[in-house]
């Protein structure tokens, strides 16, 4: 059974950076795919970014391109996602999630990954 921890997040102001990590432990790291996604109060958790085992492929909400960045290193079993230049808007809880489904059918889908972190918080003052 895979778990993920998260860490980072936080109540920033806009324009700064944040840096959220994923822990995983289980299995090899390297079997899953990865992906982020944030969630609002009253919201559908959307799709934000997702990296591939061997970090080639990164994809990204289209709104987000620029800003943000997913990253793992596999041999500490973690995911990363940078986040550069925050709005008010990027206010979410944000989540990791890992699939082992290879190829992944849909990576926008949450219900495509079996395994999610904790969430964690991200706050952006205006």
């Known amino acids: 059974q895979e778990q993920l921890v998260q860490t980072g997040g936080g109540l920033v102001h806009a324009g700064s950076s944040l840096r959220l990590s994923c822990a995983a432990s289980?299995?090899?790291?390297?079997?899953?795919?990865m992906g982020w996604f944030r969630q609002v109060p009253g919201k559908e958790r959307e799709f934000v970014a997702s990296i591939s085992w061997n970090s080639i492929g990164t994809y990204y909400r289209d709104s987000l391109k620029g800003r943000f960045t997913a990253s793992r290193d596999n041999a500490k079993n973690t995911a990363y996602l940078q986040m550069d230049s925050l709005k008010p808007e990027d206010t979410a809880v944000y989540y990791c999630?890992?699939?082992?489904?290879?190829?992944?059918?849909?990576?926008?889908?949450?219900?495509?990954?079996?395994?999610w972190g904790q969430g964690t918080q991200v706050t952006v003052s205006s």
């Open positions: 999630a890992a699939t082992l489904q290879s190829p992944v059918l849909n990576f926008r889908a949450a219900n495509q990954y079996e395994y």
């Open positions: 289980g299995r090899s790291f390297s079997d899953y795919y």
